[in-house]
Structure formats: C-alpha cells, structure tokens
C-alpha cells in the first residue's frame, strides 16, 4: 500500500513538472489558407512562421520561454476564420500571424480585438483592415490603395491610347484591389474600356474573354487570384489572344506558372521588392534552400512579423498584447525584409511596390521603371 502511494506521488511530481514546464511555453499561431485554392500562400506562411519560431527557440526563446506554433486554416473563408479566431482567443493565444486573404483577416481581427489578441498579417492589403482603429491590427505589407496605384502609373505610361479591361472576382481583396486601380487610373485621364466582374472559383471564362477579344483589349488587368487569373491566361491564348494579363500581389507562387505553362509569359503583376533579394534576408535564406524550400511571397513577410513581435515583447517585458502593440507603434524594427516603423493605424511607413514579369521557364522578376 505504501509503495503504490508513493508511486502515486511520483506520477503526481512528475505531472506538476511536466505541466510546470509546458507553462513556460508561450504559444503563437499562424492562420491563413491551409487548404483550399490559395493552399500555395498558406503554405508560404506555414513556412515562414515554422522557420522563425525555430530560429527564436534556438537563439532561446522569448522571455526565456520557448515558442510553439499552432497552425489555423481559414481555406480563405470568412466563417472559417472567424471560427479559427474565436478558437485562438479562447486559448489565450498573444499573437496570431495571418490572415492571408483580406476577406478572412477583417472579420478574424475582430475576434482577436475581443479576445485580447494581437494580429499582424503578412500579405491582406485592403485598407480596410486597418482602417476601423483597432488596437490589435498591423500588416507588414503595404495597402491595395498603394498597390493600385503603382499598377495604374504602369498602365497610363505604357498602355496610353490602347484597349484596357478590368475585372474583379467580387471577394474583398479583388474587388477592392481593382476599384483602387481603376480610381487611380482614371483620376490620371485614363478610361478603361471593359469592367466586369466574375466568382472567385469560376473556372470557365469565356464569355469575358469573347468580349474581350470582340473589343481588342490590349491589357486586362485582374482584381483577384492566382488560380483564376490562370485560367483567365491560358483561355485568351486559346482564343489567340496576346492580351497581356496584369494583376496584383497574389500571382507571387510558382503555383500561378504551373497553372499557365509557357502561356504566362509576359504576365505582370504588383509586389514589394523581392525580400529574397535583400542583405538583410541573406542568411534566412540560405536556411530555407538548405530544407529545399524557395522563400518566395509573403514566407519572409511572415517572419518578419514574427521578429516584430518578438522584438516588442523583449522590450515590453511582458507579452500583454495591448502593451506590446504599443511597443510595436513607437518602435522602429529590424527584420528579414529590412527595418519596419508603423503608424497609429498599424501600417508599415515604408512602401514600395514594383512591377513583375513572368518569363517562359516558370520564373519571375522585376523590371525596370522603362518597363522592360
């Protein structure tokens, strides 16, 4: 009797230690599309988040605690984020990196507000997210009323007196990226010819591209994903059309060549400067290419976010969220994709979108302001 009440003290001393320890782990999340069909930008998050909460761990944490991850899948559905929001917040999880779509950021954010978790995504672009002043949100991508205007400077410089289109998928990011562009082109006195709408997820377009081809349009620019904007590609050139296809942020994966082939060469599309290409990415990614993983998109824009937390909790003291967005306002941080200062609202101050062109092999790159 003795010795089972001992060994009965012994498993209770070894749960308390175990617990002890498993409380000094703080968890942060990383939520976006996991599955679905913008699963390519949720895995570059997936990514980049695995590989900041390791570099952390093995520089020693946070506060002297050990991170660990959990991962949300939103599948880029609004109900599906908010249900991953109010999951986290019950969990009293401090920090979630993510949303990707704008459409699952804006009502997760809302959750997280309530909840008393702090949000940084790295890729939703619609100004609106940080544009109902909640404490909470802060993005360390740049905004779609700065994306769109780049993309309009592009079109009215290089597109001047030919036939242009613009289309929209109706989701929060598409539709508000492609009313961005078309305000800034048309407040520079250029007149689009054809603006029409279509269903994120369509797959057959080609009543558009018959009108398209009807009314010679020389550049379609498109409001909306990488999957459609594909489609949209490879259907023109079924029509014999050399339409050049321009969109925005959400063309950077290689996914996008796999679904064109060769027929999306010439494609444009908007994104900051390759973090790739930075000194201040160098070292993070030569880690990625040693596990055979290309950093491409927003996988470098989600460490960042993680090292802004980071940062700001280690000059908080604590990782009381309100506290440690407060830090994060008034500091200036270095990160992967170069040093960060935010506004009252949580925007980035620096900013800097270009051009991108896809070429023959599966690849792209940025051109010169002269569009070559």
Not at 16 to 28: K, P
Request: aromatic share 8%; with cysteine.
């Amino acid at each position: 009797m003795k010795s089972i009440k001992l060994f009965g003290l012994a498993i209770g001393a070894t749960l308390a230690l175990s617990t002890a320890a498993f409380a000094q782990d703080v968890t942060v999340a990383v939520a976006g599309p996991m599955t679905g069909g913008e699963s390519a930008f949720g895995r570059q998050m997936k990514n980049g988040a695995d590989q900041a909460v390791k570099d952390l761990n093995a520089a020693g944490g946070v506060l002297g605690k050990k991170l660990v991850l959990e991962v949300g899948d939103d599948a880029c559905d609004p109900k599906q984020a908010r249900s991953v929001a109010e999951k986290f917040a019950s969990a009293k999880i401090p920090f979630v990196m993510g949303h990707y779509c704008s459409s699952s950021s804006i009502p997760a954010s809302e959750a997280y507000a309530d909840g008393n978790v702090l949000q940084i995504t790295p890729a939703s672009t619609n100004p609106l997210f940080t544009e109902r002043k909640l404490w909470n949100v802060a993005r360390v991508c740049g905004r779609d009323d700065q994306q769109g205007l780049v993309a309009a400077d592009y079109i009215a410089k290089f597109y001047k007196g030919k036939n242009v289109a613009i289309l929209n998928d109706k989701t929060t990011y598409g539709k508000g990226l492609a009313d961005e562009t078309k305000k800034a082109l048309n407040k520079a006195g250029f007149t689009e010819k054809m603006f029409e709408s279509y269903n994120k997820g369509d797959k057959d377009f080609t009543a558009i591209v018959s009108r398209m081809k009807r009314e010679n349009i020389d550049l379609v620019y498109v409001g909306g994903y990488h999957q459609e904007s594909g489609l949209i590609v490879r259907q023109m050139r079924d029509q014999g059309m050399q339409t050049v296809l321009m969109a925005g942020d959400a063309l950077a994966d290689k996914e996008f060549a796999s679904i064109t082939g060769p027929a999306g060469e010439g494609t444009l599309f908007t994104f900051g400067p390759d973090p790739r290409n930075k000194p201040t990415a160098k070292a993070i990614v030569e880690k990625f290419k040693a596990n055979n993983i290309d950093p491409e998109g927003y996988t470098l824009y989600t460490y960042a976010a993680m090292q802004v937390w980071t940062q700001a909790v280690a000059k908080a003291g604590t990782i009381d969220p309100k506290k440690v967005m407060d830090v994060i306002k008034a500091g200036s941080w270095d990160t992967v994709i170069g040093k960060l200062e935010f506004d009252a609202k949580g925007d980035i101050k620096q900013i800097d979108y270009v051009v991108y062109k896809w070429d023959s092999k599966g690849g792209y790159s940025e051109i010169n302001p002269k569009g070559s």
